[in-house]
């Protein structure tokens, strides 16, 4: 008897409609954008993307610099057997360096004091008698500029401190103000809208019915942003197309990015595809081989404003949001993608012929690997792990068995 296999042909054609994650994010990737630069007050930058490469206006240190408190003295006096010297006078760091006169002087010099160019020897404290207006050398071994720093030893002038596309940290701020730069010239940022939409969602401030859920995906996603420094405004519609249509048209000349969640799918109030298409926004791709995060759409509009719309699942949101639209931020500000990979801690199963991307918590091993430990989730809807866990290991579609040991990609979170 002849078996029969029943293939749906409308899962067929979607199927078709679908493209490979990593066509997704090559499409993705071919529009980003330089938002230009700014210049913004010091104290302002931390976080940001520095724009100009940070330039030594002078020799670091512009002068040989003490390194411990004792005093300076000729080398040469040392080696012609002089280990009794008078001081001629003490010095204090930022005055004057003080010369000698004649052999035998020496003077008193405190650490990150300039040393005069005459004076080649600093001896600590720790070393000598001082009394009587003379230091005495005890039995320690002296050598030929020692503790001292000299002049352009760390960076000449002209030199590059620290090169553009650098995140700013405390320590590059730091060595902003040492060459006076009270402004500092960063990458502008992207501005971005985040819209969310659904009659179930309510404010996360009031009180859902049975039936209703509070909102969650914008400040996700907020949260998210802030740690680039931007400020992403948000508003939440309801499942109406003209109200729909109507807030988008209005904003797509204001942002540079919209991000949307839900009404992306097949059901019969997700109205943002058709919506895009009457406003003429130019659609890459719609559906993604992947799980989860399947309708995810991806267009630009005439206003050349990109438009992310997730889908409205907390976990299918986040992980879009983390996969895509933050490596297209990253590329745009000419950051340097950190490319992760980890070990499975345990065998993985999943059928479907999608590129599977579970939640997993991520350790160290005693090998100094970096391990994935997998959790059990139910579907995209579940949100409640996501704080348990922080990454998505990313596992190819054309395999169904994944085992111990085997090494795939990481897409980090709560980090």
């Given at each position: 008897m002849k078996n029969w296999t029943f293939t749906d042909p409308w899962q067929q054609l979607e199927d078709k409609k679908m493209i490979l994650v990593e066509e997704a994010e090559k499409i993705i990737l071919n529009h980003t954008k330089d938002f230009d630069s700014e210049d913004i007050p010091l104290l302002d930058s931390i976080?940001?993307?520095?724009?100009?490469?940070?330039?030594?206006?002078?020799?670091?240190?512009?002068?040989?610099?003490?390194?411990?408190?004792?005093?300076?003295?000729?080398?040469?006096?040392?080696?012609?057997?002089?280990?009794?010297?008078?001081?001629?006078?003490?010095?204090?760091?930022?005055?004057?360096?003080?010369?000698?006169?004649?052999?035998?002087?020496?003077?008193?010099?405190?650490?990150?004091?300039?040393?005069?160019?005459?004076?080649?020897?600093?001896?600590?404290?720790?070393?000598?008698?001082?009394?009587?207006?003379?230091?005495?050398?005890?039995?320690?071994?002296?050598?030929?500029?020692?503790?001292?720093?000299?002049?352009?030893?760390?960076?000449?002038?002209?030199?590059?401190?620290?090169?553009?596309?650098?995140?700013?940290?405390?320590?590059?701020?730091?060595v902003s103000a040492s060459i006076g730069k009270v402004k500092i010239k960063v990458k502008k940022l992207p501005r971005i809208l985040i819209i969310t939409t659904g009659d179930e969602l309510v404010p996360m401030d009031s009180n859902p019915t049975d039936y209703q859920i509070r909102q969650s995906n914008a400040i996700n996603i907020q949260a998210v942003l802030k740690k680039y420094k931007i400020q992403a405004h948000a508003m939440h519609l309801n499942d109406n197309r003209e109200m729909i249509e109507t807030k988008l048209k209005s904003n797509l000349q204001h942002y540079d990015v919209i991000l949307l969640t839900g009404a992306v799918s097949m059901g019969k109030f997700d109205y943002i595809p058709e919506?895009?298409?009457?406003?003429?926004?130019?659609?890459?791709?719609?559906?993604?081989?992947?799980?989860?995060?399947?309708?995810?759409?991806?267009?630009?509009?005439?206003?050349?404003?990109?438009?992310?719309?997730?889908?409205?699942?907390?976990?299918?949101?986040?992980?879009?949001?983390?996969?895509?639209?933050?490596?297209?931020?990253?590329?745009?500000?000419?950051?340097?993608?950190?490319?992760?990979?980890?070990?499975l801690s345990t065998e993985l199963n999943f059928k479907p012929e999608l590129q599977y991307f579970a939640q997993v918590k991520l350790m160290v091993n005693q090998n100094a690997e970096l391990i994935a430990s997998t959790i059990n989730t139910n579907g995209s809807g579940d949100y409640s792990h996501l704080p348990d866990t922080n990454a998505f290991i990313e596992l190819p579609w054309n395999k169904t068995k994944f085992s111990k040991g085997e090494c795939y990609r990481i897409w980090r979170y709560n980090n």
């Open positions: 976080g940001r993307i520095l724009a100009e490469d940070l330039i030594a206006d002078r020799d670091l240190p512009p002068f040989n610099r003490a390194t411990v408190d004792g005093i300076a003295i000729s080398f040469k006096d040392y080696l012609d057997g002089i280990r009794k010297f008078k001081i001629k006078g003490v010095q204090a760091a930022g005055q004057t360096p003080i010369n000698i006169d004649s052999k035998g002087q020496c003077i008193e010099i405190m650490t990150g004091a300039a040393v005069n160019k005459n004076l080649d020897t600093v001896i600590r404290y720790e070393d000598l008698i001082i009394q009587n207006g003379q230091a005495i050398v005890q039995e320690v071994p002296i050598q030929k500029n020692q503790n001292i720093h000299p002049q352009g030893s760390d960076k000449i002038k002209g030199e590059i401190l620290v090169k553009k596309d650098d995140i700013i940290t405390p320590t590059i701020s730091g919506v895009l298409k009457n406003l003429n926004v130019q659609k890459f791709f719609h559906k993604v081989k992947q799980r989860p995060g399947k309708p995810f759409w991806f267009g630009k509009s005439q206003e050349s404003t990109l438009i992310f719309a997730f889908p409205g699942n907390p976990v299918s949101a986040f992980l879009c949001l983390h996969r895509y639209f933050i490596p297209w931020l990253e590329a745009s500000l000419n950051l340097i993608p950190q490319v992760e990979f980890a070990k």
